[in-house]
């Protein structure tokens, strides 16, 4: 069935620090991908999205790299800064439709 | 603020009861999706509707139903509510069918005691 996990649940990481969050996809045919950050208390703010034709997107201090062979997701986050922590999701689409992995929680450390 | 409102923000209720929560999405925005988020489930997708017919389906029980209104706000009405449907339900919106920058509102906490 489909379903979209991420390797690990936490990561802590020194502020200034790059940060990567992985995550792995099962479906072949999932046409879109976003990376979602959700801070304690709100709803889930959308990051950047990268689209199954591409391998690498950026965006302001956000690279995401996208590997079919693998069904491997990853969010790179540079000069990582404590406001970015928050637990990270990553989603497929297809169609309209998204499946979300269970999120990983950052921690930046000071 | 990303522009979608949603209310209540918190709500308890006993088993059995029927809720309605609401979302207005952002100005201009005919797309809604609704989503459920629990511990053990995460994010689940419940169902999207774009200007007022129901265009996704995602793993939405019998028990709940929701409609998309000519003004464009949602409703998502669970009824015969468990504890097991406690969980954080999230209204999103955005402009066209399938976009991807979907904007999330701040989400009604629902208990069922």
């Known amino acids: 069935g489909e379903s979209v996990g991420l390797h690990l649940p936490t990561l802590s990481v020194q502020e200034g620090d790059n940060s990567i969050i992985n995550c792995a996809y099962s479906?072949?045919?999932?046409?879109?991908f976003i990376w979602y950050k959700q801070e304690s208390g709100k709803g889930p703010q959308f990051i950047i999205d990268?689209?199954?034709?591409?391998d690498k997107r950026q965006g302001q201090r956000v690279t995401v790299l996208l590997n079919k062979t693998v069904k491997h997701l990853s969010l790179q986050i540079a000069a990582t800064q404590p406001g970015d922590s928050a637990v990270y999701f990553c989603?497929?689409?297809?169609?309209?439709?998204?499946?979300f992995g269970k999120g990983t929680k950052l921690t930046v450390n000071p | 603020d990303s522009g979608v409102t949603q209310t209540p923000k918190h709500l308890i209720t006993a088993t059995g009861q029927r809720v309605t929560l609401r979302c207005s999405p952002r100005?201009?925005?005919?797309?809604v999706y609704w989503y459920q988020q629990s511990l053990d489930q995460g994010l689940q997708f419940l169902i999207q509707?774009?200007?007022?017919?129901?265009?996704a389906k995602g793993n939405i029980l019998e028990r709940f139903s929701a409609q998309q209104f000519p003004d464009l706000h949602s409703e998502l009405n669970l009824s015969s509510l468990e504890l097991g449907d406690s969980a954080l339900y999230f209204c999103?919106?955005?402009?066209?069918?399938?976009?991807?920058?979907?904007?999330f509102g701040q989400g009604t906490r629902l208990t069922v005691v």
């Open positions: 509707y774009y200007n007022g017919e129901e265009r």
């Open positions: 990268i689209r199954s034709n591409m």
């Open positions: 100005s201009g925005d005919l797309s």
């Open positions: 999103a919106s955005s402009v066209v069918q399938a976009d991807t920058e979907a904007f």
């Open positions: 989603a497929e689409g297809l169609s309209e439709k998204l499946v």
């Open positions: 479906n072949s045919a999932s046409d879109y």
